[in-house]
């Protein structure tokens, strides 16, 4: 059987919830608020931990780095969605296709070692102190950055050039608002048992043990912040440790359900409010959570802007 690829068809149809013409209109306000509001959460962190020299630490450049790629996330996908719930054409490119399914594997794969790495990066600060700066010394932070951006987009290469070279037989009716593993998947028309199970494995591989990490690491926290003996700095440690684990459950949470079940026993309408919750609620949470709730980007943010109009008197 000849693979479908660009030459045969040029475009897919984004159904998204087309058949709920009134739903849409409501999610495009909504959404376009929440793409707003994380550009500008997302844009805040990066610039301070830019311009700001006290935002020069370990935990603050895997922050960064955390911003920036849900910032790409959030543009990869959003965009094009608003497009299709306010508009009639629904249509997007192949090599559109193409590109979005591999931006948004990349950097979704880019998150679940990046988020491991963080909570080592605390588990590191609260339970070895002393030998902080010694553990998480400038080199390995960029080997561990250097590391995340490559596993992520090493492995959307070979994602992507399994899905999209799958025989479709002229199926380009896409039944979510954008191009996605498990969806395309469900396009082709041979057996896609091999893609499912390497899907599996790879999802294994970069949800189930990074998360594992991640819980063994806040164990650890938990356990050290217990020996803390003022009531106050045991709630305030459990409140930031709890939050952060939100996100995270969150995060893995949504993007377990999808990916480490077979395609064909997905049910399209909760699989498109999975993908909402990944691709727009966790963008949006991560600076709430992980960084503007912190006194020292308080502090820089305040710094910034007290700046700006003494730096415009001067001129």
Not at 5 to 27: I, K, M
Request: proline share 4%; net charge positive; charged share 10%.
């Amino acid at each position: 059987m000849e693979r479908v690829n660009s030459s045969t068809f040029s475009w897919f149809v984004l159904l998204g919830f087309s058949n709920r013409p009134q739903l849409e209109t409501a999610l495009f306000a909504v959404i376009l608020i929440v793409y707003f509001l994380s550009v500008l959460g997302n844009g805040t962190i990066i610039l301070l931990s830019v311009v700001d020299p006290r935002l020069h630490t370990p935990m603050y450049v895997f922050l960064s780095n955390l911003s920036f790629m849900d910032l790409c996330l959030t543009t990869c996908t959003v965009p094009q969605t608003l497009v299709n719930f306010k508009g009639r054409d629904k249509t997007i490119t192949y090599g559109g296709c193409v590109t979005q399914l591999f931006i948004a594997l990349g950097l979704g794969g880019v998150e679940c070692v990046l988020l491991s790495v963080m909570a080592y990066d605390r588990y590191a600060a609260v339970c070895r102190p002393l030998h902080y700066m010694v553990i998480m010394h400038p080199q390995l932070c960029l080997q561990l950055v250097v590391t995340a951006w490559l596993t992520g987009f090493g492995n959307s290469v070979v994602q992507t050039t399994l899905t999209m070279t799958l025989p479709l037989c002229g199926r380009n009716r896409v039944d979510h608002f954008f191009c996605e593993v498990p969806v395309m998947l469900k396009l082709a028309c041979t057996s896609t048992a091999v893609n499912e199970a390497e899907l599996f494995a790879v999802s294994v591989f970069f949800l189930v043990v990074p998360l594992s990490l991640i819980l063994v690491s806040y164990g650890h926290i938990t356990r050290a912040v217990l020996k803390i003996k003022s009531a106050q700095g045991r709630r305030k440690a459990f409140g930031t440790c709890g939050s952060h684990l939100l996100v995270v459950i969150i995060f893995f949470g949504t993007l377990i359900s999808m990916y480490l079940q077979p395609p064909s026993s997905y049910s399209q309408d909760v699989n498109k409010s999975i993908a909402l919750f990944y691709t727009l609620v966790t963008p949006l949470l991560n600076p709430l959570i992980y960084t503007l709730r912190n006194k020292e980007v308080k502090g820089a943010l305040r710094r910034l802007v007290g700046s700006t109009p003494d730096s415009m008197q001067s001129q």
